[in-house]
């Protein structure tokens, strides 16, 4: 079994160089030795953005994007499912940790200056990456339907209303009306389920990059 | 395990109980993503709900559950009526006004009539009727 595997490896190590790869860019990577564990943050707002695709991607087997059926749909999840609660609670509370980490990421990065040159784009992607993660974080709220999701949506999508000129033809753009329907719970569920992660993971994709790139920041 | 595990015996503990906790933590991961994947209970609700039509006093409405839906049972013009009573405009239980022989609704204040029908409020959707046989006198919810 284990020649077997052995043999395995070798054979897709032979073609694709892994192990050559994930030493210089996994185990054997270099970091700075007075790194701290805040340096941490940004890695674990990328695993609790994993656990939500994770997660995410299950309670879509039972979800339905509809007024009828979307409250309906998440209760069978919570009581019928096995498991299902236990997901949809994860997926709940994950999404406040990530926003969490981000917000904790964010900070450190302010504090400690590493914004500054040759790292000005990873705070500009950055940026973009916390307003996508609260966008997530906005359009999952009115998913389950309850008068709690609606009243937010609503008070949500007002906020917009604020901008001069173009506010109120943001606030109608943002609900697909007047008021919050079932194609605001249509809009919101394409932005949820594929929209903001499709461009968060093109986001995160070039701030990764960028931090290959230009190497982890030393402590001042 | 390599020569050098085999004289340091530290190295081939630390490894064990790494692994043992990575296999932990795998199946804490993997038990519940694999139930998941299993076929869902369904409602206990699929026993029909029975109610004796002599029950069923005018102006007065029963409120039972019948597949997981709370439904209320009540006459007009001695004729049944089963209705669905969430409201059909954000899903609120309407509550049967027996004074007005109403169904109010607490959330927005819509007002349906004892047919469902709307009265005033805002919603455009009637209250959804639900079907039901009767046998020997015996309303049947199924």
Not at chain 1, 191 to 211: D, E, N, R, S
Request: glycine share 8%; proline share 6%.
């Amino acid at each position: 079994m284990r020649k077997l595997a052995a043999n395995a490896w070798n054979w897709l190590d032979e073609r694709f160089h892994v192990q050559q790869e994930l030493e210089v860019n996994v185990t054997k990577k270099q970091v700075p030795r007075t790194l701290s564990w805040a340096g941490c943050f940004g890695g674990l707002a990328l695993l609790t953005f994993i656990v939500q695709l994770f997660t995410g991607t299950l309670l879509l087997m039972y979800y339905k994007p509809t007024p009828d059926a979307a409250w309906d749909s998440v209760m069978f999840i919570k009581s019928n499912v096995p498991m299902g609660w236990l997901v949809q609670r994860i997926h709940a509370v994950a999404a406040n940790v990530m926003i969490a980490l981000v917000l904790m990421h964010m900070a450190r990065v302010a504090y400690f200056k590493i914004y500054r040159k040759p790292r000005e784009l990873h705070w500009v992607s950055g940026v973009c990456l916390l307003a996508l993660t609260l966008g997530l974080a906005f359009s999952g709220y009115l998913l389950p339907w309850t008068q709690l999701s609606y009243w937010g949506a609503m008070v949500g999508t007002e906020i917009p209303g604020g901008v001069p000129f173009i506010g109120q033809a943001i606030v109608l753009w943002l609900r697909r009306g007047e008021s919050i329907t079932g194609e605001t719970l249509g809009f919101f569920f394409s932005m949820h389920v594929w929209i903001l992660p499709a461009t968060i993971i093109a986001f995160m994709g070039m701030h990764f990059v960028m931090i290959r790139r230009t190497g982890i920041s030393r402590p001042l | 395990m390599t020569s050098d595990d085999a004289r340091d015996p530290r190295r081939t503990f630390c490894k064990v109980c790494l692994g043992g906790m990575g296999l932990c933590s795998a199946a804490a991961v993997g038990y519940p993503v694999v139930a998941f994947l299993g076929f869902p209970r369904r409602l206990s609700g699929d026993k029909p709900v029975e109610v004796p039509l002599a029950e069923l006093l005018p102006g007065q409405a029963q409120y039972v559950s019948a597949q997981g839906k709370t439904v209320a049972v009540l006459t007009v013009g001695g004729e049944p009526v089963v209705l669905n009573v969430s409201c059909t405009h954000l899903g609120c239980t309407v509550i049967w006004d027996t004074a007005d022989h109403v169904f109010r609704c607490p959330c927005h204040g819509a007002i349906f009539d004892a047919e469902g029908q709307v009265v005033s409020g805002p919603v455009s959707q009637p209250l959804k009727t639900v079907p039901f046989t009767v046998e020997d006198d015996v309303l049947i919810v199924s």
